[in-house]
């Protein structure tokens, strides 16, 4: 992704490592630059513009029924294109759609990644959808049992603003270390615990 350098990556899966080494809490960061791609929503909204088309040219032109047709379609495919670009299409999608779809794919990526397979019972997901703005951290049972879940709110909301304003791995390394504090608080390193899942950041 071209807003993250490999500068960027390295850094975020240091601050995981690091944020592991006190806890025995497992850390998965994922970025995707969108969670859908909202292919109808473009679509829609130019079908509906032109079918709109039809009454003002009927009403004020003198035009036949073919010429309307030929018009219709040029709107539609100029909108089409045009609504397709990624912030004017953003604009076009419902918050609850978008925020639904992000959630959506935080929940399957926190099974991808593994995070429900750790011997404690012990993951934790930062997802981040750039396109939405959208930041999630999902623990798994064993965390959610002891960590309030304003501890996690607080993390998204500090997170979500620097999103916005475009410091994605600044964002991250936040919140890696934030949530790695809230680990080692109530799940310290026992000797010998073994590092279950990749330190990394993970791009989809």
């Known amino acids: 992704m071209a807003f993250l350098s490999d500068r960027d990556r390295d850094e975020i899966a240091r601050a995981i490592a690091a944020a592991e080494a006190r806890t ?33 040219l009927l ?7 073919d010429h309307v047709y030929a018009v219709q379609i040029v709107v539609f495919l100029a909108l089409a294109l045009l609504f397709n670009l990624a912030p004017v299409k953003m604009r076009l999608i419902p918050r609850p759609v978008r925020q639904a779809r992000a959630h959506r794919l935080a929940l399957a990526q926190f099974v991808e990644q593994n995070l429900h ?9 930062i997802f981040v959808s ?22 996690w709110e607080r993390v998204v909301t500090e997170f ?28 310290p390193r026992p000797p010998g615990d073994r590092n279950e899942l990749p330190d990394r950041l993970v791009e989809i």
């Not at 859908?36 to 829609?44: E, G, S, T």
């Not at 750790?118 to 934790?124: H, Q």
């Not at 979500?160 to 109530?186: D, Q």
């Open 24 to 56: 025995s809490g497992e850390l998965v960061a994922v970025v995707a630059r969108a969670s859908d791609h909202y292919l109808y929503i473009p679509l829609l909204w130019a079908a509906l513009v032109a079918l709109t088309i039809p009454g003002p």
């Open 59 to 65: 009403l004020f032109g003198d035009l036949r029924a």
């Open 117 to 125: 397979a750790t011997a404690e019972r012990t993951g934790v997901l």
């Open 130 to 151: 750039v396109a939405e703005h959208h930041v999630e951290i999902l623990a798994d049972r064993g965390i959610d049992a002891r960590v309030p879940a304003e501890a």
């Open 160 to 187: 979500t603003a620097r999103l916005r304003a475009g410091r994605v791995a600044e964002g991250f390394v936040e919140a890696v270390n934030a949530c790695g504090g809230l680990l080692a608080e109530h799940f």
